[in-house]
């Protein structure tokens, strides 16, 4: 059983390009959270996701990000209009239900680096 | 203030030194995560806890929930253990993850 994964791991935009990293959550997993880590800076939740629902968005910052869980394929994170800001690691988590005492299954991240 | 506290920042042990970190949390949680990063950045999760106390090898999780306070103890500790330990917490129905700044271990030999 694949863990979670996600691509790509390294990912370099030029300001004012788009970036879109995935995520294919474990099998069976239909819950998938997105987390941002910032250079020096601890974890921060952006947004929860089932399939075709976005359910809780608290933690995305209004403006160039969105984020989709279609039925088919990927979960993706997007991000328009790259800044230097948004120079991170991206995490995103998967699991089987919705229940706040389950334990989530991290992917390796994507690091992205905007020049 | 940060919902979820975590002490010491930094943390440096000889191999063999039994090793504890703290967490304090303000918030009503449903479960009380701690988390592994490894220098590489890979995440991965050691123990959820709603109350009471777990054991997996060296690595030993407690909770009081009445004092708002976890800790995370790695017996006989070894340089492999070198990582940053994080403490997150999961309140009410939500299952989105807060988390503390983290703890940053080094095992020397």
């Known amino acids: 059983n694949a863990g979670v994964m996600q691509n790509p791991r390294h990912l370099v935009r030029r300001r004012g390009q788009e970036a879109r990293l995935r995520c294919s959550p474990m099998?069976?997993?239909?819950?998938v959270y997105w987390y941002r880590q910032l250079p020096e800076e601890g974890l921060k939740f952006m947004v929860y996701?089932?399939?075709?629902?976005?359910?809780?968005e608290s933690g995305m910052p209004k403006e160039r990000f969105s984020a989709e869980f279609p039925k088919e394929g990927p979960s993706i994170l997007r991000i328009q209009q790259v800044v230097r800001g948004d120079s991170a690691a991206y995490f995103c988590?998967?699991?089987?239900?919705?229940?706040?005492?389950?334990?989530?299954?991290f992917g390796p991240g994507t690091r992205l680096t905007v020049l | 203030k940060n919902e979820v506290e975590q002490s010491p920042q930094n943390l440096t042990a000889q191999e063999g030194e039994f090793i504890t970190i703290n967490c304090s949390y303000s918030?009503?949680?449903?479960?009380l995560h701690w988390l592994q990063q490894h220098p590489g950045g890979g995440i991965v999760s050691l123990f959820m806890?709603?109350?009471g106390k777990k054991k997996h090898g060296r690595l030993i999780a407690t909770i009081n929930i009445q004092e708002k306070h976890s800790s995370l103890h790695i017996t006989a500790s070894h340089p492999r253990d070198s990582a940053v330990y994080i403490c997150?917490?999961?309140?009410?129905?939500?299952?989105?993850?807060?988390f503390g700044t983290g703890t940053r271990l080094q095992v020397t030999l």
């Open positions: 988590a998967s699991s089987p239900v919705n229940r706040a005492t389950d334990t989530q299954y």
């Open positions: 099998k069976g997993h239909s819950h």
């Open positions: 996701l089932q399939k075709e629902n976005i359910i809780d």
């Open positions: 918030v009503g949680i449903s479960a």
């Open positions: 806890l709603s109350s």
């Open positions: 997150a917490v999961t309140g009410g129905t939500a299952s989105k993850l807060t």
